[in-house]
């Protein structure tokens, strides 16, 4: 079919023709955006869940939900070798001079401004050449200017919401990508948000990440497993699969037949990612107006092809080969979780002799621990993969080897 009008968008956080399922999220979210609002104490959340599975398509819905309701908002990504204050530092002076520009001067939003300078400051303690921010006032010394972001960021997110709160509305900010943020960090974002929760202000914070971060902030600071939500973002149910599957098409006068849709469940096993590569590739396989069973099995081939070049190669390339090593010890042994011991048995080793690698992959958000002792892909269907390619003999990534 033609391939313009095609409305399926594999591809990293590309908002979906039809955002299937989530719904008690949104509606658990947009509570929690306007208790903020009026200084009732809202539960801040961060969503986890595997690769590919609508974690940054979710952030980027609440976050629109957020400026629906007059939120001020930022979205960063967290990276493995950035600093949370760096990351943060220039959106918080974007939202502040926003604030600025808002309305007459008030006191809270000078004084804001005067706390961000300092926090700035307080920065380049550490990062010599990190970030300038030119500011045209004094900064507030003695306050969020220790270089210490567990002292710092709780002083500067207060200093924010209160501005905010002065100008009847509010701040959300979105962390992507959040299990990369050091431990130090992470305990210092959970106290910025102990700290505006005690104060009742307008401050939500909305993350996404890896399973694993869920026990990271456990570590960070044993009371944020009250400071915050984890929802869990699973596989689309059957029903939610097909509605991704079929309302987009729907809207162009095209349908699934029951058999295509449930070859699509059956392969994709309601991987949101899946589900939109399945579909794109359905779509411009597919003569007439109906995507039949037949399709779907020429889509395969091609969504194959492409995930392996893409999706799944990307992660691969990452590894080192010892860590490759690793994960196809894993694959061997099936898809879910593995023991520890098993995979280091499967590559005739001891655990606490491949325990470094195992770390390294889970710090790489490639494995993670779903229970104690446990390992298991952090991309859905990862096994599959590595089977393909050892089946067919060389190793895609050998040209960087
Ligand atoms: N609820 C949904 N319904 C239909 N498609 C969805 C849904 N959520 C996400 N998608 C699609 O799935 C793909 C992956 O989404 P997204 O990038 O948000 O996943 P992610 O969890 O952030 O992945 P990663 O961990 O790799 O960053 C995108 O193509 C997106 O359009
Ligand atoms: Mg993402």
Redesign the pocket.
């Known amino acids: 079919m033609d391939p313009i009008r095609n409305p ?15 719904h008690e999220l949104f509606t658990q979210a947009g509570i929690v955006l306007q208790r903020a609002l009026v200084g009732k104490s809202a539960r801040s959340f961060i969503a986890t ?12 819905r609440v976050q629109q939900l957020a400026e629906s309701a007059g939120y001020l908002t930022c979205f960063v990504e967290a990276h493995e070798d950035k600093s949370l204050g760096q990351l943060l530092a220039p959106p918080f002076r974007k939202m502040m001079l926003d604030l600025d520009r808002l309305g007459a001067v008030t006191a809270q939003v000078k004084r804001g401004l005067r706390v961000l300078k300092s926090f700035a400051g307080g920065l380049r303690i550490h990062h010599p050449l990190g970030l300038m921010i030119e500011l045209d006032v004094d900064p507030e010394r003695g306050t969020a200017d220790s270089g210490d972001l567990e002292s710092d960021l709780p002083d500067m997110v207060s200093a924010l919401g209160q501005a905010a709160k002065s100008r009847r509305t509010g701040v959300a900010i979105f962390i ?2 959040i299990q990369y943020l050091s431990q130090k960090d992470m305990g210092a974002l959970i106290m910025a948000m102990h700290r505006v929760m005690r104060e009742g202000l307008p401050v939500v914070l909305a993350g ?1 990440g ?1 399973p694993h971060v869920v026990a990271l902030t456990g570590q960070s600071k044993s009371y944020a497993e009250r400071l915050f939500a984890f929802p869990e ?1 699973g596989p ?1 149910s059957d029903e ?1 699969s097909a ?2 599957l079929r309302t987009p098409a729907e809207r162009e006068g095209v349908n699934f037949t029951k058999e295509a849709v449930a070859e699509v469940l059956r392969i994709t096993q309601g ?7 399945w579909a794109y590739h359905a779509w411009n396989v597919a003569h007439g107006e109906t995507i039949l069973a037949g399709d779907i099995q020429v889509a395969t081939e091609v969504s194959l092809t492409s995930l392996d070049a893409g ?1 799944f190669r990307m992660r691969y390339e990452r590894l080192t080969p010892r860590e490759r090593l690793y994960c196809q010890a894993m694959a061997e042994l099936g898809p879910g979780a593995h023991r520890s011991g098993e995979i280091a048995a499967q590559m005739g080793s001891r655990t606490q002799a491949v325990a470094p690698l195992r770390n390294a992959l889970i710090r790489k ?1 490639m494995i993670y621990s779903p229970a104690h002792g446990d390992i298991a892909f ?2 859905p269907l990862f096994e599959n993969y590595l089977h393909r390619i050892k089946a067919m003999g060389s190793d895609p990534a050998d040209a960087e080897d």
Do not use: H, I, N, W
């Open positions: 399926y968008v594999p591809g990293a956080g590309a908002s979906p023709p039809e955002l299937a399922g989530r869940g595997l690769r590919g599975v609508g974690k940054t398509v979710v952030l980027g992507d990508e996404a890896l973002l689309l939610e509605d991704a991987y949101p990612y899946f589900l939109q590569e999706f958000g952090t991309v």
